[in-house]
């Protein structure tokens, strides 16, 4: 919200500044689960079309 002067008020500034602080924080998030993706090993459980098919093991 803006007051007469076309200046934003401190609840906006507050808002953005949380938003930004969340954003921040998501994309560091983000960037460790790529890190931890990379560095370990390749998943053993089958993914995809191959995995929603029924096992022939009996």
Request: glycine share 6%.
């Amino acid at each position: 919200m803006k007051d007469k002067k076309g200046t934003a008020t401190s609840s906006e500034e507050a808002r953005k500044a949380r938003s930004a602080e969340a954003l921040r924080a998501n994309l560091l998030k983000r960037k460790a689960q790529t890190r931890a993706r990379r560095a370990g090993e390749a998943a053993s459980r089958p993914q995809g079309i191959e995995a929603s098919r029924p096992s022939s093991e009996s």
